[in-house]
């Protein structure tokens, strides 16, 4: 698979990373199984024109954001688990930035979702079956009030490109 690749297929979903900007972390505090929940709604409101019958206008309203749902196999002593109980058991809120970024197969970023403000409101922990050999999964659900997408820029993988045909070969 080549460099540019990413600009003729679409990219691969199952590499990504979550950071959640809090302090102290440890490193299963970084590994998720599954992200859902990067979406944005924006509804329109309905205005009729004084005097003209024919049609009303829609306007758009102000955006609604989803809720982040962040999945991971159950971990002991996690400072994010330490932070849902906070929020859920003691009702003491502390937001916090969610960075979401989308690998490639170099690791490299792919795209870059900033989700800001967030802070649970929901976390949950899969059945235990004796008829099942599964993993004890935590689903974590977090409140925000926006997201920024920043993509990389084309030209900034032309100047890559370039140095990589100069250089022979990218090492990492």
Partial sequence: MGLLDGLIYPPAGFHFAVVIEMFPQTPQDFRFQSVTGLSVDLPTETVA??????????LPGVPQYGKLQLKRGLF?????VNWCKNAIEKFEFEPHNVLITLLNNLHLPVAIWHVYNAYPTKWSISEFNAEQNTLVIESLELTYQYYETMGLDVSLLGGLTASVSVAGSISI
Avoid: A, N
């Fill in 76 to 80: 002991q002593g996690s400072f994010i």
């Fill in 49 to 58: 024109e004084g005097g003209e019958l024919r049609f009303k206008h829609q």
